[in-house]
């Protein structure tokens, strides 16, 4: 007898989730912990304090030529940390 009403660990995880509307939490956090893959360890090492509020990313610079780089490749940054999902609008670096 096969049950009608099955789900994957990953689909239930994600349902679960979604009930608690952790969704975009979660997808903040990811977004977060890829800066250092997306922007390179050089870059990543200049920077600090990374969070997200109200959909836009603050980052703390350490140098200001490093800032300076970084807002040449602003949106070039936010379409490559969204990675296809609305997470975050702007960057501010600081």
Do not use: C, P
Not at 18 to 41: C, F
Not at 60 to 81: G, H
């Amino acid at each position: 007898m096969k049950k009608q009403n099955t789900s994957t660990l990953g689909e239930a995880i994600s349902l679960w989730a979604e009930s608690l509307k952790l969704t975009q939490q979660i997808n903040e956090k990811r977004l977060i912990a890829s800066w250092g893959t997306v922007v390179g360890d050089y870059m990543a090492s200049k920077t600090r304090d990374i969070y997200i509020k109200n959909h836009i990313l603050f980052v703390f610079v350490d140098s200001s030529i490093v800032r300076n780089e970084l807002m040449l490749a602003k949106q070039m940054l936010i379409s490559r940390l969204n990675n296809g999902n609305n997470i975050i609008d702007d960057i501010i670096f600081r």
